[in-house]
């Protein structure tokens, strides 16, 4: 098999790379190859590592890491579970066995079902880190790629064009950043607070962590892809069984989450830290369909930051029930 060039990243030998690449991967064997690609296609004049968390994986995901191991044991490093981690109850993966292991100035975030489209997505974003250092968090938009019958939007563009983000937006948002459009400062996560240790998801919290610390910038550019209804991701295993009940505990502990962020900030955010937390209570109406509720006039203000299709389902469900789940039916196969 040929070796792929990578990026400017050949020949460094044991140079400290300055950016740390850091990929969770759990039953990803049709996925991680494309994710692995992205990372070394990268074009940059600053050498990398790829920090990769393979949680004791039943498919084939360990076997395609550690072909790319042999391949570029200078650059990929991984770690092999023998007992899933997050079954366990370590639920932010990456602050227990990822963050403490990078080398880099930066760190640059890829799930394993996601991965990069634009080969200098890396140095585009680092050239501006660097220029910029009170910047905390340098993002981007990416395209969504559907994996099941998932109606979805295409895109996560948070805004319209390029533009500094404010730490204010970066807390109170309504809409979300990809996971894999996120490159921060490695020294952010070196002491990691209780409300990122104890919140079941990890990008929410550590967004709160560079919001406290600076202000973030965006890239109105699709430099990666977010994949939606892969088996097995947290959003899938979060319908099964109580959704509503799961919904309502998820709603709970992320309430818990910006309250202990307000505290660990001396209430510098408050106001913005209460309304993320509102908001998100907001959206666990719409997910479990409390439609009095997230109709009701004092809501009117989440209600209009919903996008264009999700209002008209939930217009469409409401007015024509019956309707709306004979078509639901037929598009997704379930009732």
């Not at 963050?99 to 930066?106: D, L, S």
């Not at 070196?190 to 600076?214: R, S």
């Not at 505290?263 to 908001?279: K, P, Y």
């Amino acid at each position: 098999m040929e070796e792929k060039s990578i990026g400017k990243n050949e020949d460094r030998g044991n140079e400290r790379p300055l950016v740390s690449i850091c990929c969770l991967a759990f039953n990803h064997e049709p996925y991680i190859r494309e994710a692995l690609e992205g990372f070394l296609m990268q074009k940059t004049d600053f050498p990398i590592e790829v920090l990769i968390h393979d949680d004791a994986s039943t498919d084939g995901t360990a076997s395609v890491i550690r072909e790319y191991e042999e391949r570029f044991p200078d650059i990929i490093k991984p770690i092999y579970q023998t007992e899933n981690q997050y079954s366990k109850g370590i639920k932010n993966i990456s602050g227990i066995f990822n963050f403490p292991r990078a080398k880099g100035k930066y760190i640059a975030m890829c799930e394993g079902d996601d991965y990069w489209t634009d080969p200098y997505k890396l140095q585009k974003q680092i050239d501006f880190l660097e220029q910029n250092p009170g910047c905390t968090l340098c993002f981007h938009s990416a395209k969504i790629v559907t994996v099941d019958r998932t109606v979805t939007d295409g895109r996560m563009r948070p805004y319209s064009s390029d533009r500094k983000v404010s730490p204010e937006e970066i807390i109170d948002k309504p809409s979300g950043y990809a996971m894999c459009s996120m490159v921060f400062p490695a020294r952010i996560m070196q002491n990691l607070p209780d409300y990122y240790l104890n919140c079941p998801i990890g990008d929410i919290p550590m967004q709160l962590m560079m919001a406290a610390e600076g202000w973030g910038y965006y890239f109105d550019q699709d430099m990666g892809a977010y994949r939606v209804g892969v088996s097995g991701s947290w959003t899938n295993a979060m319908k099964e069984g109580d959704y509503k009940g799961k919904q309502e505990r998820y709603c709970h502990q992320m309430r818990q989450m910006y309250e202990e962020f307000d505290r660990e900030t001396g209430g510098r955010f408050h106001q913005v830290a209460m309304h993320a937390a509102d908001r998100l209570e907001y959206l666990t109406k719409v997910n479990t369909k409390q439609y009095r509720e997230v109709l009701a006039p004092e809501n009117r203000a989440f209600y209009r930051e919903l996008n264009f299709r999700t209002r008209f389902f939930i217009r469409f469900e409401v007015m024509a029930p019956g309707l709306y789940r004979l078509l639901q039916k037929a598009v997704t196969g379930k009732n």
